[in-house]
């Protein structure tokens, strides 16, 4: 089927989210059946809003330069398309577009919309292909062994751990206790991926807390004592999303934006909370640290691995398209740990929107307070190599669209 | 002069500290005046206490390890040398332990105290040689053109900053500013350091807030609005040292770790506080990001020309001090911008412990909000290069001796 095609990226940025970008347009360019390839410009507003650019008009070299690029470079947004009117009017923009292949990069809710558009092109008679490529620093996307995007933000994250961890080894006779934010609002994913920084006992990080296990204040303390006591210091991993048993989070932001566009609350500050619940309860001086959006665009140190199978999923998203498919997202098959193998393969759009990978119970140590080796064997391999930045003047080169916006057909 | 020599490092980590130690080290071992080759741990407390350990017995593999290690692997401390007590227990463990050779690596402390033991020891006719060696990320060092530290501070947060502020570019439609806490206490370099990130008008940091600059809420305000009129977003840099016209900092940390053992305030929360300030008064969206010490410990992004400075600072000690200076400090030396080049020379330890390197007023830009070319000519050059970490696994691999502590002489 000939016809335009239109690439966009939804909600949060990682380090590769280009890469899949990257994969998606040089792949689309290399098949007559696609004439036009459009990007739209921040997400699904741009559908919406009809603010289509022309991928053909940029450089090759800065389409390229995407897979050393982080963040989102198409632009994106957390716009939740709910109204039967949105639906709608992206379909309208398809039309008027000529639209015939929608790339759809992002995660959970991005599915959920790129499903809805499929199914009332569907309805409408408008041949559509609409596929999902999936991304998420969270990792809680159903369907798929792992999501691009994971890899790099826990290869990053563990090496702040380690570093800091050498920083608190060095200065434990003041700065005794280490807190380091991490993100992750559902699930333990991110803050579990630092455990791969540590080698030894004597190795950050020493107490990870994740959502998934009720922060009992009394084992927690227990748990630092120890190591105070053990090796003099204690570098604490705290997922953004610790609850207390009560299912509060131990730390909310409040005020006006304390929620975001879909409803979901806003997280931070469990870091200072816990630095500030050492302090007092235990008496030691605790520093804190707040990566925040730092570990989730680390492109400079972004895992190789990871930014190779974003491309991929980009690039196969385009050929399955080609070859018919529609309403699905493509995913990562596991077939060997040791060596390390995945292939690609295919899941309905709306198993994945209504699904949610959470993190397995059985890899939490029965202390609460680390992963077992089976995490490791699962997260080990997505971290392997990196990235090589392109530098100038001793910092690395990101590449930045024209952004010329289309006509309708 | 044959002796022993006692290697010390002292304050806050950095990602090359390791590095002058190192040169330190290996120098040492090449010359036979120099017998035992020792290392205090945690800086002068393992002096007083007469913790010393030998690094003839540590593997050289971990010693040459030293290079791309963060943070200070001899361990370190922030005891603050006062009484004529602490000198002569000082002056004693080197009497028992044979020491003629005293190499501290850190700033102005360090250096006070390098200083008054060799004074007293002239005093008591106890030859020593008594060398430091510059370390700070505060680059507020007298009498060098910069220390070793700062190169890599600002190469690594500057990347931060492009990372994130790619991320704020993506997201400018929900998250419209982001807010970025540097460290530095009394001085604007390192915030300063992240305006080399800024390579067009649209690039981050958009506004930098430097402790020179008093804050002006309403300069402040106009300018954030100036820049959410302009490109719809604005990525500000905060130094934790930012004060309001009457002194008093922006932020500071209360409770009973409000200050170190020097007595300085401990700061933190200028990003938080900064944050807050936006929401309330501009009514956007804000994120923050507290780096904290992961920004001082970047050795996986650490800068070549810094490291390799560290490095031959380190060895220049020691060929200095067996050439027979006492009381001294190596310094760089600037002889030409570009291309740049740097010679080793000597200061007073007196002049630098008495001195201090301020952030010149005329380098900070008219509008208060950024620094001038002149800055980028000055720091360019340090951020070169990029040290290559020793990979493992997918991480890092860092260096820990073994610490065998050694018996008196």
Redesign the interface.
């Known amino acids: 089927m000939k016809g335009n095609c239109v690439v966009a990226?939804s909600g949060?940025?990682t380090?590769v989210i280009n890469a899949s970008a990257c994969g998606v347009i040089q792949e689309a360019m290399k098949h007559e059946e696609i004439t036009g390839v459009y990007a739209a410009h921040?997400g699904i507003?741009g559908v919406l809003n009809g603010a289509l650019f022309d991928l053909r008009r940029e450089d090759p070299a800065v389409i390229e330069g995407l897979k050393a690029?982080?963040?989102?470079?198409l632009?994106?947004?957390?716009?939740k398309v709910r109204t039967d009117e949105d639906f709608r009017k992206i379909l309208d923009v398809f039309r008027r577009y000529n639209i015939r292949y929608f790339f759809y990069i992002g995660g959970n809710d991005s599915m959920d919309t790129a499903d809805k558009v499929s199914a009332l092109a569907a309805r409408e008679g408008y041949e559509l292909r609409a596929m999902g490529v999936p991304k998420t620093i969270d990792n809680d996307l159903a369907c798929t062994d792992h999501a691009p995007g994971y890899g790099s933000v826990v290869?990053y994250l563990?090496?702040?751990v380690?570093?800091?961890g050498?920083?608190?080894?060095?200065?434990y006779?003041?700065?005794t206790v280490?807190v380091?934010e991490a993100m992750g609002r559902n699930a333990g994913w991110i803050a579990a991926g630092t455990a791969?920084?540590k080698r030894c006992e004597?190795d950050a990080p020493h107490i990870i807390l994740l959502p998934e296990v009720p922060f009992d204040v009394a084992a927690f303390k227990a748990r630092v004592e120890h190591y105070l006591a053990t090796i003099n210091r204690c570098v604490i991993v705290v997922s953004e999303g610790t609850k207390y048993p009560d299912g509060s989070y131990i730390a909310n932001q409040t005020?006006?934006?304390a929620s975001?566009?879909f409803g979901h609350t806003q997280l931070?500050?469990a870091g200072?909370f816990v630095k500030?619940l050492v302090?007092?309860e235990i008496?030691v001086?605790?520093?804190?640290?707040?990566?925040?959006?730092?570990q989730?665009?680390?492109?400079?140190?972004a895992?190789l691995t990871d930014s190779m199978e974003a491309y991929t999923l980009g690039t196969e998203a385009v050929r399955r398209a080609l070859a018919g498919e529609n309403g699905k997202m493509v995913t990562l098959e596991r077939t060997s740990d040791d060596p390390y193998r995945c292939e690609t393969g295919l899941a309905l759009l709306s198993d994945v929107a209504n699904g949610e990978k959470l993190f397995p119970r059985e890899w939490i140590a029965a202390d609460g307070f680390s992963v077992t080796g089976e995490f490791d064997r699962y997260a080990?391999p997505l971290?392997?190599?990196?990235v090589k930045p392109v530098?100038k003047?001793?910092?690395?080169l990101?590449v930045?669209f024209r952004k010329e916006l289309v006509r309708p057909a």
């Open positions: 990226q949060g940025p380090a921040n507003l690029t982080p963040a989102s470079a632009g994106s947004c957390r716009y290869k563990a090496t702040m380690m570093e800091a050498r920083d608190t080894e060095a200065m006779t003041t700065d280490n380091i791969l920084a004597e005020g006006e934006f975001d566009a931070g500050g200072l500030d302090e007092r008496k001086k605790a520093r804190f640290a707040i990566p925040s959006t730092i989730r665009t680390g492109a400079h140190f895992s080990r971290i392997q190599g990196e530098m003047d001793g910092l690395p990101f930045r």
